[in-house]
């Protein structure tokens, strides 16, 4: 008699920020060197994953609507991790998308990430991380960070990873209603190219910058008007290529203030820093 297995439930994909964000030269391919700080909020997409015997891979979500699910990076993901280790059998897999897409919050390669890892374990593929980190790179620079699972320095284009631990502070994350396109960023003659490399040994102490905000605050003035108006009560600034920006504060109460009188034309939320992914957690207690 065939065993159904139970479904394995909430395993989450973190978003995370970029704490700085500096550009320092642009490869032979086009793509940019950078060097950044990642840390993980405690914001998360969740999914779920039910393994089956047939061959089939197939996404349970509402996303289909905006993204076709053959550009879907969850599906891509599973899809390399099966051909890469030839495993048989295949995965229903629910997403419950939380995160707003496209705002620089890497929800996109964090689902990803949580995909290759959660597979991994249940189709006991048993591959290293660092052979899942090499299959997420191929979806997407940030993909190696959260399958890593730790806050890093970053340098190359994301994936040479330094483990590092940064306070983990409160902030409020504001969404702005907009689409930063990262290619058009990247491509922009006024993009500053050669930022001074830093050494880890002095990252806590350099002042943290993101070398793309103001060319989106130019493009973008919901970008502008959410920073202009968040840096009058705390330290703010863009994660990633954008559109999301956020203020630091040391406490969860301070935050929430903050964010009770955003504007009726703003949309934000608060969420904590976390220098360890929950994802780590939630594979240490694997069912
Ligand atoms: C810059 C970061 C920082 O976290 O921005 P966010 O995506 O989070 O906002 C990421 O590393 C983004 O990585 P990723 O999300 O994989 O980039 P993609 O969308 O694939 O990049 C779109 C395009 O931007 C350009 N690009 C991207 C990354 C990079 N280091 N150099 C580049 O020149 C390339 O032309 C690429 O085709
Ligand atoms: N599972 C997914 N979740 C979010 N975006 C996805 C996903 N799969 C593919 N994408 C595509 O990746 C793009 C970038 O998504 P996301 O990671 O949320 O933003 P960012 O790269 O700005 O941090 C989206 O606009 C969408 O077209």
Redesign the pocket.
Known sequence: MKTTLPVSKSWPAPA?L?LF?HITG?RED?????Q?L?QFIDHCDYLDFHITETPEIRLHSTMSDSVPDSDNLILKAAKSLKDYSGYHGGADIWLDKLLPMG????G??SDAATTLVALNALWNTRLPNDKLAELGLAL????PVFINGLAAFAEG??EKLQSVTPPELWYLVITPDTH?C??S???HSDLPRCTPKLHLDTLMSNKWTND?QNLVIKEHPQVANALSWLVEYAPSRM????ACVFGEFKHSQQALDVLAQLPADMKGFVAKGLNTSPLLARLSKLD
């Open positions: 995370k970029n964000l642009q086009g793509y940019h060197e950078l950044t990642f705002g620089g919050l890497g996109g390669s997407g620079a940030d993909v284009v994301g930063v990262t290619r960023i990247f491509q793309c994660t990633g290529t954008g």
